[in-house]
T-cell receptor, first 114, second 114 residues
Framework: EAQVTQNPRYLITVTGKKLTVTCSQN?????MSWYRQDPGLGLRQIYY???????DKGDVPEGYKVSRKEKRNFPLILESPSPNQTSLYFC?????????????FGPGTRLTVT | DQQVKQNSPSLSVQEGRISILNCDYT??????FLWYKKYPAEGPTFLIS?????DKNEDGRFTVFLNKSAKHLSLHIVPSQPGDSAVYFC?????????????FGKGTKLSVKP
């Protein structure tokens, strides 16, 4: 079954404590991306990756890092979380940026930073 | 500045009637458009898309219309069912610096009343 998995699904943490949200896909997709969803702001892209070892900033990259060491995984790293990073985070994948535009989203990670 | 605008945050429709969700975009170079549906506690799922070479695409109860001169697209759901109650996001395939990335609107929450 084609899947995009995220872990954890829910996380409450404190300001400044480093955390990682994992994203894994089993579809052999080249393109992966992270979004955050906030009330009244819709889905905003944080970072994206066209392929292994290729990452680039989206619209709201400040305070986040990513890595793409292997095709199936695309972790989102918050080195020093702050309360304004409290949000609902989604990982998404698709076959390749140039030839397929339908994105598959993970179930989401709800993060609260106190 | 918003490149994709969904000006109605919410819409309420009676079961069996037509639901019309609207989306406006700013850049005439955008050439591929998608609609996603999102239920609470789930990731967005792809619903339907349209290329700029068409003005209509139909899939069962869902039809997307594209008016390039007005830079406007709409999603029609006929007949509406209670299970269609969800948040609907319009998205466009980015151009130039955002090439290959999807740019999302803020979403419209559809409520279909029995």
């Amino acid at each position: 079954e084609a899947q995009v998995t995220q872990n954890p699904r829910y996380l409450i943490t404190v300001t400044g404590k480093k955390l990682t949200v994992t994203c894994s896909q089993n579809m052999n997709h080249e393109y992966m991306s992270w979004y955050r969803q906030d009330p009244g702001l819709g889905l905003r892209q944080i970072y994206y990756s066209m392929n292994v070892e290729v990452t680039d900033k989206g619209d709201v990259p400040e305070g986040y890092k990513v890595s793409r060491k292997e095709k199936r995984n695309f972790p989102l790293i918050l080195e020093s979380p702050s309360p304004n990073q409290t949000s609902l985070y989604f990982c998404a994948t698709r076959r390749g940026a140039a030839n397929s535009y339908e994105q598959y989203f993970g179930p989401g990670t709800r993060l609260t930073v106190t | 500045d918003q490149q994709v605008k969904q000006n109605s945050p919410s819409l309420s429709v009676q079961e069996g009637r037509i639901s019309i969700l609207n989306c406006d975009y700013t850049n005439s170079m955008f050439d591929y458009f998608l609609w996603y549906k999102k239920y609470p506690a789930e990731g967005p799922t792809f619903l339907i898309s349209i290329s700029s070479i068409k003005d209509k695409n139909e899939d069962g109860r869902f039809t997307v219309f594209l008016n390039k001169s007005a830079k406007h697209l709409s999603l029609h759901i006929v007949p509406s069912q209670p299970g269609d109650s969800a948040v609907y996001f319009c998205a466009v395939l980015g151009y130039g610096g955002s090439q290959g990335n999807l740019i999302f609107g803020k979403g419209t929450k559809l409520s279909v009343k029995p």
